[in-house]
């Protein structure tokens, strides 16, 4: 190891540590904010929720920032040009006030752009994610669905998230980024270590690989570009070729945007359908009406958005002083809006407790965010959310958790990391 390794190894442990236990203690005196960044074992965060709900709409956190958990307010932020996702010196605004260094590759991507590169980055990719193209996609996700569950029977063991709802959208974004077969197994390493760090880095080792599986995803994306040059075809990266040999976008661009793609792909469709399964497995009544008429899986989609989503919260930064809720904001203000509060928020919703998938009234849930950066693959993740809960509904007549269910580290992203079943219940195709 170089001495440079050594240095940086070194700086990486000094921050983690420094981090974790600033969070540690302001969670221990009653900061709820750093108690969501650093739960503490059998911590429940929708009962935290409804603690940082007792402080107001708004409430000011220890570590700074500002912390909204009403609906109205979330989305007036998500709406309001004054709040940006890059802070005063243009560095994208994180949940972590302490973090000194971008993770991965998603840190320059669109998603963490304001206007008018986000505008410009967002145009380019938007037309592969058109309503009427994605709709194309259902019967390649039937099959997807159905060949992964015969695999399960097959094999007389299955669990739901490593052997249903994660190769089920990697598979889909895989082939929607045109990862050539040979490169398949590479791209799920890397994406999984890439994946695994959004809520956050909490070892050396996982930020050393983070930083190889970033590389490593780079120069994968950039043999991709190239191939997609002397081939053409109709996926992403040919796309994004394209504009790039018009000068539209940069080469840094297009491999951001490429990775924020595999993440959105990786990391949230899986939890939403290990969500809405969960939910049901604990809803039996719920579980009947669905398999009953899976047409229904439409709405058992917008339900688990709405009761349990994927993602948490995010954040924003104030550019200009601003009101809110009768708080001032200065400039320069951290905005961490609590997106499952809000979708639980008693204004908006009767009974916002109650998870009913026949549940009418209300307003949009906040699942997919709103404004400018609303969830570009939202009718790509729904439609993958449906098929998936349609297959299961035909094929598992018993929805039966058979072992202990374990959670995926982090707070800002939610989901299982397993959730055993028993696998004889699989009704042929
Ligand atoms: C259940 C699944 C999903 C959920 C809950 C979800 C949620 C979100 C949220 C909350 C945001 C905005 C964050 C913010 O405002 O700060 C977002 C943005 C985004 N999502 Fe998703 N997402 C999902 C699936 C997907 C999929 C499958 C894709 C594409 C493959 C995707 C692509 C994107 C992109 C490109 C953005 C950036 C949009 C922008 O900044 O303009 N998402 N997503």
């Keep these: 190891m170089s001495d440079i390794d050594i240095m940086r190894r070194v700086r990486t442990a000094a921050r983690i540590t420094a981090g974790r236990t600033i969070f540690w203690s302001l969670a221990r005196s009653g900061d709820l904010l750093s108690r969501f960044l650093q739960p503490g074992p059998g911590d429940d965060a929708y009962l935290l929720y409804e603690r940082m709900r007792a402080r107001g709409p708004v409430h000011r956190s220890r570590t700074g920032a500002y912390v909204v958990t009403s609906h109205a307010l979330c989305s007036q ?10 802070d005063l010196s243009g560095r994208p605004a994180d949940f972590d006030p302490f973090s000194d260094e971008a993770t991965g ?11 008018p590169d986000h505008t410009r980055l967002r145009r380019l990719v938007a037309p592969a994610f058109r309503p009427a193209l994605v709709r194309d ?6 099959t997807i669905a159905h060949d992964l569950l015969d695999a399960a029977a097959r094999r007389g063991s299955f669990d739901l998230i490593t052997d249903f709802a994660a190769p089920l959208p990697i598979t889909v974004i895989t082939e929607l980024l045109g990862v050539p077969d040979v490169d398949t197994d590479r791209f799920a390493r890397f994406g999984a270590v890439v ?7 909490y070892s050396v080792r996982q930020a050393e690989e983070l930083r190889v599986a970033t590389q490593d995803l780079e120069t994968l994306f950039v043999e991709l570009e190239a191939h997609r040059r002397e081939h053409p075809g109709d996926d992403v990266p040919s796309i ?24 959105a792909g990786f990391e949230t469709t899986v939890n939403l359908i290990g969500n809405a ?9 719920q579980w009947e009406l669905l398999r009953g008429e899976p047409v229904r899986a439409v709405a058992a989609v917008e339900e688990t958005l709405r009761w349990d989503p994927s993602v948490q919260a995010t954040v924003r930064v104030a550019h200009e002083p601003v009101e809110l809720a009768g708080t001032t904001l200065p400039a320069g203000g951290r905005v961490i809006l609590m997106l499952a509060a809000a979708n639980r928020d008693p204004a908006a919703y009767d009974d916002p407790g109650r998870f009913d998938i026949t549940r009418t009234g209300g307003p949009d849930h906040l699942a997919f965010s709103s404004g400018i950066h609303y969830c570009l693959g939202a009718p790509l993740a729904r439609l993958e959310g ?7 509904a035909d094929r598992l007549p018993r929805l039966h958790v058979a072992g202990p269910l374990r959670r995926r580290p982090g707070s800002a992203i939610r989901g299982f990391a397993s959730i055993p079943m028993t696998a004889p219940a699989l009704a042929a195709r």
């Design 77 to 86: 932020v998500l709406r309001d040009p004054r709040f940006r996702v890059r």
């Design 105 to 115: 590759p998603v840190a320059e991507s669109f998603l963490e752009q304001d206007p």
């Design 137 to 142: 996609y259902r019967s390649r996700i039937e």
């Design 195 to 201: 994946g695994q760090s959004l809520g956050g880095v």
């Design 240 to 263: 994004l070729g394209a504009a790039r040999a018009q000068g539209r976008l940069s080469m840094d661009e297009l491999v951001a945007t490429c990775g924020l793609l595999l993440i």
């Design 277 to 285: 399964t969960v939910a049901l497995a604990h809803r039996p009544d």
């Design 386 to 392: 449906e098929v998936a809960l349609q297959v299961l």
